[in-house]
């Protein structure tokens, strides 16, 4: 990643500059109005952003306002986002033309999303490969339909199983499928992995395998990543998830009975759906100087070990909320994706485990005391460990995960630099975690000095309406429905 001082020549700002900056900086943000951050007439999902849900996506307009007045006030030869999701920040980086753009993040199907997203592709020989490929599906599912199409029915009848059950045709799939496609002479591969019946029907098995079969035939690598980003995104259509839902809640067992998902023609929609996004982007690519490099890591942001220090003029990113067990579960989001598509050849056990890698997933069972430097923090944990001990040392563990961040993120950040973190305060046994002011009060440890703070309304925000906080059965409550972009700048 190239240093913005190895860009142009630099020198250090002085102190009196470094205030300049600050006040054109909070004077831009304090000339816009109070509705300014909602965006709630934008259109969140063009170019590439529209390709692949992802749990709480920022909307593509906060990275790019930020970008542009910061722009205003210095130059950005370098962007980073830590917590790149689904590669927002660094699509907009792209579109504003700045040099280097780098993400990172630990869950695998995310590094695979800023990958495609941020690769433009020749349109045209996509289209070509796109429509060899559904002619190819089309072509095998015809030689083999009826016995494909009549697989629910054998399953259920003639080897008297339930379909909405766990055990039995839950455990038991893949070797009731295998028996099924050798007694019928089919040529589909028979997937393996913990529960896959559970989630899937026979059919859409059989079907999402042929597709792959047929995905991996494709020779270009980029292309065969942009299909597989459509494939994953059937998989969630054609499982028996609940819609509207991140964490691993399935269907209730009539509506399991009822479902006949159009395997072929979902996948076929995304991935016609996506090219069109891609061919948006790459027109609108094209008229943008200079070229941007990016460089997606999976790593983990309390290290960003691959990342230079003093590197980075902007950060651009929003943490997690909580730790994933009671907020956005990222890794059960991203399970089935996973086990379908083998990033990284991860096992079974590691799929599993993503939700314990990330922020927060350590936990802390036994006494503890805090000694992050936030009296916010300190405070909230008093409350909540009074109310339920457990619940607090969850609490602590993900901050004290978002301090390790805060203080490497500032080791990669150049002097001068401006981060802005988009945030969420949620609330825990009734306390309200005040996290725009906790990391503002942890910057200051690590050179950081607190500039600025911007409310805004979450409108469009790619987040459940309720959710579970407890993980219990029934309990719900209301998701957040503001946030807050905290401002910091490094000494």
């Known amino acids: 990643m190239c240093r913005y001082s190895e860009c142009q020549e630099f020198r250090p700002l002085a102190t009196k500059e470094i205030g300049v900056a600050d006040a054109k900086l909070i004077s831009a943000l304090k000339s816009l109005p109070a509705d300014y951050w909602d ?187 942009f299909i597989f980003v459509a494939f994953s995104e059937t998989i969630r259509f054609v499982s028996n998830r609940r819609n509207g839902e991140f964490k691993m809640f399935r269907m209730p067992p009539a509506k399991v009975e009822a479902f006949k998902p159009e395997v072929i023609g979902t996948f076929t929609n995304i991935l016609q759906r996506n090219i069109g996004k891609m061919n948006d982007f790459v027109k609108r690519y094209e008229m943008t100087f200079p070229k941007s490099k990016v460089t997606v890591y999976r790593g983990d942001s309390c290290t960003l070990m691959d990342i230079p220090d003093d590197s980075v003029d902007l950060v651009i990113t929003s943490p997690p909320y909580g730790d994933s067990r009671t907020t956005v579960a990222y890794g059960e989001y991203s399970r089935l994706s996973l086990q379908w598509l083998n990033l990284d050849n991860l096992s079974e056990k590691e799929i599993m485990g993503i939700d314990r890698s990330l922020m927060g997933g350590t936990k802390h069972t036994d006494w503890f005391e805090s000694d992050i430097k936030s009296d916010t923090l300190k405070k909230s944990l008093s409350v909540i460990r009074d109310i339920d001990f457990k619940r607090a040392g969850d609490v602590y563990s993900f901050y004290c995960d978002l301090d390790k961040s805060i203080s490497t993120i500032s080791q990669k950040t150049r002097e001068a630099g401006y981060q802005f973190w988009v945030v969420g305060n949620r609330t825990v046994k009734g306390e309200i975690l005040r996290t725009d002011v906790i990391i503002a009060e942890l910057a200051t440890q690590y050179d950081m000095e607190y500039v600025y703070t911007i409310d805004r309304n979450i409108v469009n925000k790619t987040m459940p309406s309720l959710n579970s906080p407890t993980n219990e059965v029934g309990q719900k409550s209301s998701t957040m429905t503001n946030e807050r972009i905290v401002v910091l700048r490094k000494k």
């Open 39 to 225: 965006f709630k007439n934008e259109d969140v999902h063009e170019y590439t952003h529209g390709i692949h849900n992802y749990p709480a996506m920022m909307v593509c307009p906060i990275s790019r306002n930020i970008i542009r007045i910061v722009k205003e006030i210095m130059p950005v030869e370098s962007l980073l986002d830590p917590f790149a999701g689904s590669g927002t920040v660094l699509v907009e980086g792209m579109l504003a033309g700045i040099q280097n753009v780098c993400g990172n993040d630990m869950n695998p199907l995310a590094v695979l999303l800023c990958k495609v997203k941020t690769t433009p592709l020749d349109v045209d020989e996509l289209k070509r490969e796109a429509d060899n490929l559904t002619e190819r599906i089309k072509n095998r599912y015809y030689d083999c339909q009826l016995q494909v199409d009549g697989v629910d029915d054998v399953i259920q009848n003639a080897y008297k199983l339930d379909l909405t059950a766990k055990q039995g045709w839950g455990e038991g799939a893949p070797d009731y499928l295998r028996k099924y496609v050798g007694d019928n002479y089919l040529d589909i591969e028979v997937p393996d992995f913990r529960n896959i019946g559970y989630w899937f029907k026979p059919r859409a098995i059989l079907l999402l395998s042929l597709i792959k079969t047929e995905i991996l035939k494709v020779h270009n690598e980029d292309i065969r990543d």
